[in-house]
């Protein structure tokens, strides 16, 4: 879709909010997708003009005109109804403005100017909320509209601040944001299923809560089949929407059907020629589906279009380039004349700052590439299957044994030539990195005692690890997964708290902490709601 033609015209989107809002959400989206600094300030220009145009709906003196309530406000039940869509439309600009100034600016005053911005919004969807809990709340004609912006920005807030790890929740607590997972869940089922003008953004938030989140964020434990349940009826109104054609394929990806996924995902790259970021989404999937299979040559042919066509993170795509270019048999040959040391090599360099910060899976990707700058290189064993675990990707071929065995398989030839190989500083390292994955491997077959093993030796041998720190909170963090599908909880709890409280400053540190919050969700919230686990308020 051509986002020009989404503006309706430029003169509706200076007299009409809602047109304004649409126009500079499809601008976000793009930007967002792209990372493109022309983008961005389109992105951000539009989102200003569209919230002027909210600001001359809006009452005078109204919900979030001054911060910590200096200013006495109005009663939002004088509000017209055209004056109360006004604040839910210009609390959605302020958040989607908060989220570009992040994109945008590297120092200090941008990210307060986001953190007023989204306490600014913040504030107002709870005024907004509490309106439509009142007893003088009068419904008016669009009221469906009103009260789906609602449930957005609310269940938006509450998913979102309910999977921060402990640490940071504390200091959002402090200063007056809270969340609570299952109401946010709630809110947003309740805005899909309400044929609003946002009942669209609701499920595609859920979506990515259910497929991407949990996932990526949490314990590999998302709820695919309430994603299929919300997603069909839109991909059988447009069989060939792009967006939803790549849910259906990342839906069939969790599932583990594999072939299924590849064959949505090209479906997705035909549907559409004009944004061409929905094809390097799909990339980025089929890449992983083919390092599922073990098909590196394929798996490199993508990752090979990702460094050519995509801006996102051209470190990462350079290394995956050459991790699986270290995969290739010895009578495989390179498919562009590519030297895999020389692709490790240049990955330091293309280091890129978003928001002041290097993306964490870049980080990862530089510091791991970095035993290739030296004259006789020590090779990493399995550079494509660690960063598979990075992603979670062990959770998805669990799913298939065929495919778990596979990937334990080889996993042993690579600890047999790693044993064969004469010993390095490295060595520990490298036979760690390999007994987390196989440990893995072995869980989802069933192999529980071996899988304990594994993850037990990464913590035994912890003194002999010289750089790759981050196994041993994610050993204790998977040995935890492993006992809470045993129900030994309390011991899992033990072992949780230890992987957070224990271990700082290594690699992907954040995302282990937010699979730590996961799991401790899961382990405090089952004894309480049955099968409901993970749904606990943030205390």
């Known amino acids: 879709m ?3 033609a989404a503006s309706g015209g430029d003169a509706r989107t200076k007299e009409s909010m809602y047109h ?29 003009e569209a919230q002027a145009t909210c600001q001359k709906f809006r009452k005078k003196s109204t919900v979030a005109d001054s911060i910590n309530n200096l200013v006495h406000r109005q009663s939002l039940e004088h509000f017209t109804e055209e004056e109360i869509h006004a604040e839910i439309c210009y609390a959605e600009c302020l958040l989607q403005r908060a989220a570009l100034t992040f994109l945008q600016d590297e120092n200090m005053v941008s990210f307060i100017k986001g953190g007023i911005k989204v306490r600014n919004s913040y504030q107002t969807y709870r005024e907004l909320d509490s309106l439509i809990q009142s007893p003088h709340y009068v419904k008016g004609e669009n009221h469906l509209h009103f009260e789906g912006g609602v449930k957005l920005g609310v269940g938006a807030f509450n998913l979102t601040l309910s999977m921060f790890p402990a640490r940071i929740l504390r200091l959002l607590e402090f ?41 990526v964020l949490g314990t590999g434990k998302g709820n695919v089949e309430e994603a299929e349940r919300l997603l069909n009826p839109y991909l059988a109104r447009y069989p060939k929407g792009a967006i939803f054609l790549f849910f259906a394929g990342r839906i069939e990806t969790l599932k583990g059907n594999i072939d299924a996924a590849v064959n949505r995902y090209e479906e997705c790259c035909e549907a559409q020629q004009y944004w061409k970021q929905f094809h390097h989404m799909c990339y980025w999937e089929l890449m992983w589906c083919f390092t599922y299979k073990r098909q590196w040559k394929m798996a ?54 978003i928001a002041g910060k290097s993306l964490p899976t870049e980080k990862f990707a530089i510091r791991k590439a970095r035993r290739y700058l030296s004259s006789n290189p020590i090779p990493l064993p399995v550079p494509p299957l660690e960063m598979m675990y990075i992603w979670n990707g062990y959770a998805v071929i669990g799913k298939c044994p065929n495919l778990t065995e596979g990937m334990l398989g080889t996993l042993i030839e690579a600890e047999e030539a790693l044993a064969r190989s004469s010993a390095t500083e490295l060595l520990a390292d490298d036979q760690c990195v390999i007994k987390l994955l196989k440990g893995l491997c072995f869980k989802h077959l069933g192999k529980i005692s071996e899988a304990e093993d594994h993850f037990n030796y990464i913590y035994l041998n912890e003194k002999k690890i010289k750089y790759d720190h981050y196994l041993i909170p994610n050993a204790l963090l998977e040995l935890a997964i492993l006992y809470l599908d045993q129900d030994r909880r309390e011991e899992a709890i033990k072992l949780l708290e230890r992987a957070k409280q224990n271990y700082k400053n290594y690699s992907m ?14 382990a405090r919230s089952a004894p309480e709601n049955g099968t409901r686990s993970g749904a606990s308020a943030v205390s």
């Open 20 to 48: 304004a809002l649409t126009y500079a959400t499809i601008l976000e989206m793009q930007a967002m997708m792209t990372f493109d600094p022309q983008d961005i300030l389109n992105a951000g220009n539009t989102m200003k």
């Open 175 to 215: 200063v007056g944001f809270s969340g609570n997972k299952e109401h946010g869940l709630l809110q947003l089922q309740e805005g899909a299923s309400s044929y609003s003008f946002r009942s669209v953004l609701c499920t595609m938030l859920l979506l990515c809560y259910h497929t991407f989140m949990t996932f």
């Open 300 to 353: 490199f042919f993508y990752a090979d279009l990702l460094s050519k066509e995509n801006t996102w993170s051209k470190a990462t795509y350079i290394y995956m380039k050459a991790a699986y270019l270290s995969m290739f048999g010895p009578d495989d040959c390179s498919p562009f004349g590519d030297s895999e040391v020389e692709l490790f090599r240049i990955v330091p360099s293309l280091k890129l700052k």
């Open 2 to 4: 051509d986002p020009r």
């Open 509 to 522: 540190e954040t995302r282990t902490h937010f699979r730590i919050q996961a799991a401790l969700h899961q």
